[in-house]
C-alpha cells in the first residue's frame, strides 16, 4: 500500500505540473534557484579532437511521458535507486566533468540508467556515453534518444554488475561477458600503465554493494573481467558506510578490514559528493529502505571515483601472485589486534622477526596497525625472500577459492 500512495503523490504532482522534467527535490536543495535547464538537439555538432562537442542549450530537458516513466520507475520489481532530480544529475556530472569527463576522452558506461536524467546531461558536456541497462521497460525510451543522434550515445541490454558470471556456455542478457560487450563497442586492450580508456558511473545496489566491491578488487588484481582491457575508472554512489570502511585507517578496529587495505593499495579513492538518501527515487518498495549502521554514518550515498594505479604492479607483485597477496591481507586482518610476527611465524618458522627488521616495521605491530603499503612492501619482502615459499598457501588458497565461488 505504501509502494501504491508513492506512486500516485508522484503522478499526481506530475499532472499538476507543467514542467517537461521530472522533479524528485533533495531536501539539501532548498528552495534555491531554478535549474537552468540544458537542451538536447537533434543533431550532434561538429567533433572536436576526436570528442563531441556540448549539444545547444537554451530548451528544457524533454523527458516525455512523464506519467508512464514514473509509473515504469515505481513498478520496477527489483530493488533499485534512480536519479530522477535533474539538479542532481547536474551536480553528478559537473564532478565527473572536474575529472577530465570529456579532455581526457574516455568512453563512460552508464549503469541502468533507467528514465536517462543524468543520461541527457552527460550527453550535454559532450561525453560518449554506453547506456547498460538490464530492464527492457527502458530501453525503448534510451534507444529514441540515441537514433536523434551522431553516435554519441549507444544503448546495451546488458547488467554492468552481472558482467562475467560464474560458468560457460551461452549468456542470456542482461547477463553478458565482458569480452563480448568490449568488442561489440570495440574496445581494445590496452597497456596497465595507459590512460583510463573507460569510466563507469552508476549506483551500487545496497543489496549486494559489498559483494560487488571484492568482485571488482578479484578481477582488479587479476587482470581479469573488465580490467584486462585496462585501469577501468568507477565513478559510483555506495552507502556512506561502506565508503568510511574502505577508507578506513590503520587503528580502526572496527572498520579496517582487507577490503580496506586491497582498495587503497590498488586505488585511488576520492569522494566526489555526498546526497541523502531521500534524493533518488526508490523503486521495489515502499520507502527509502536506508541500512541500517550503528557505528558508521550511513545518511547519504557517496559518488565516489575509484581509478586503479598505474603503479600497482611490481616486479614482485603481478598478476600472476596476486591471488596469493589477496589471501594473505585477508588472513591477516581476520583477528586485527593479533600479532604480525605470530602470523608470519606461523608462515615460516622464525622468520618473522629478521623480516620486520630488514623493513623496520616493530616487531610487536597488530595486524589491524599496519598500512596498506607496509602489507604490500611485506609481501614482495616475502616473494624475495628463500626462508619464505607460496606452498604454505596451498590450502588456504583452495579453500579461499572455493569460497569466493560460494558467494558469487
Known sequence: MSALRGSRALLCALRGSRCRVLLWLSPSTGPGPRLQARSLSTVVGARRGGLY???????????????????????????????????????????????????????????????????????????????????KAFLPGLQSLSKSLNGQLEVVHCDFFKLDPLGYGPMKPPAMYSAKLFEKLGI????????VPVKVVGIFSQKNERNMLWKLIYSLYEQISIYRYGRIELNMFI????????????????????????????????????????SFLTSGCG???????????????????????????????????????????????????????DRLNSWSTDSGQSLLQQLEIPEDIL???????EYKCVFEAMEHSIEF????????????????????
Open 389 to 408: 615459499n607460496q606452498s604454505w598457501f596451498f590450502n588456504e588458497v583452495l579453500e579461499s577459492t572455493r569460497s569466493t565461488c560460494s558467494l558469487n
Open 287 to 341: 520507502r527509502l529502505s536506508i541500512p541500517r549502521s550503528v557505528y558508521v554514518p550511513n545518511d547519504h550515498l557517496c559518488l565516489v571515483r575509484i581509478t586503479p594505479r598505474r603503479n600497482l604492479f611490481t616486479a614482485h607483485l603481478s598478476k600472476l601472485n596476486s591471488a596469493t597477496f589477496v589471501l594473505m591481507v585477508k588472513v591477516c586482518l581476520a583477528k586485527r589486534k593479533a600479532k604480525l610476527i
Open 188 to 195: 581494445s586492450e590496452v597497456p596497465w600503465t595507459a590512460d
Open 239 to 278: 552507502s556512506e558506510k561502506e565508503y568510511k570502511k574502505l577508507i578506513a585507517k590503520p587503528g580502526d578496529m572496527r572498520n579496517y578490514k582487507a577490503l580496506s587495505v586491497l582498495g587503497q593499495i590498488a586505488c585511488d579513492i576520492q569522494l566526489l559528493h555526498m546526497e541523502p538518501w531521500s
Open 367 to 373: 595486524t589491524g596497525n599496519l598500512y596498506p603499503e
Open 53 to 135: 562537442e556540448p549539444l545547444s542549450r537554451g530548451e528544457p530537458l524533454d523527458f516525455g511521458g512523464e506519467e508512464e516513466m514514473a509509473e515504469k520507475m515505481l513498478s520496477c520489481r527489483y530493488f533499485r535507486r534512480f536519479i530522477v532530480n535533474p539538479l542532481l544529475a547536474r551536480t553528478v556530472t559537473d564532478c565527473l566533468e572536474r575529472g577530465g569527463l570529456v579532455n581526457d576522452g574516455a568512453l563512460v558506461f552508464e549503469c541502468n540508467p533507467g528514465p536517462g536524467v543524468l543520461t541527457r546531461t552527460l550527453l550535454d558536456v559532450g561525453a560518449r556515453v554506453v547506456a547498460l541497462e538490464s530492464d
